[in-house]
């Protein structure tokens, strides 16, 4: 069982770094996942997240604290804006956009309503 954690922590690791150059993808949340696969598979996988010099930092103040830090929080909406924009952009249809406009604002919504880091 030990692997398949490892296994899943690895791919949200790989999906958070590509979220990283792509706002498509988010980020932090894929972290948070891999923090807690890696957990229970390996320390020297979570040990390694939880101290590196980017992705650690924000790990440890949700898990500690419950917070998101501000520069997180900024550049999250900002993603979330452009992402909207390009699907205004190519004409979705009203109905997607729709669900995409709740959607991203109970997100948005979700992340202001944390404390700052």
Same mark, same amino acid.
């Given at each position: 069982?030990?692997?398949?954690?490892?296994?899943?922590?690895?791919?949200?690791?790989? %999906?958070?770094?590509?979220?990283?150059?792509?706002? %498509?993808?988010?980020?932090?949340?894929?972290?948070?996942?891999?923090?807690?696969?890696?957990?229970?598979?390996?320390?020297?996988?979570?040990?390694?997240?939880?101290?590196?010099?980017?992705?650690?930092?924000?790990? %440890?103040?949700?898990?500690?604290?419950?917070? *998101?830090?501000?520069?997180?929080?900024?550049?999250?909406? %900002?993603? *979330? *804006?452009?992402?909207?924009?390009?699907?205004?952009?190519?004409?979705?249809?009203?109905?997607?956009?729709?669900?995409?406009?709740?959607?991203?604002?109970?997100?948005?919504?979700? *992340?202001?309503?944390?404390?700052?880091?």
């Amino acid at each position: 069982m030990r692997y398949i954690w490892a296994f899943f922590g690895l791919i949200c690791v790989g %999906l958070a770094v590509v979220g990283v150059v792509l706002p %498509l993808l988010p980020t932090v949340p894929f972290l948070l996942l891999a923090a807690y696969f890696f957990a229970r598979s390996s320390e020297k996988l979570h040990s390694w997240l939880v101290s590196h010099k980017i992705f650690g930092p924000l790990i %440890l103040d949700w898990q500690s604290k419950g917070v *998101i830090n501000i520069r997180a929080k900024r550049l999250s909406t %900002l993603s *979330i *804006i452009l992402i909207f924009v390009l699907s205004l952009i190519i004409s979705l249809r009203p109905l997607i956009l729709g669900i995409q406009a709740v959607v991203l604002g109970c997100v948005l919504f979700f *992340i202001w309503t944390r404390p700052n880091g």
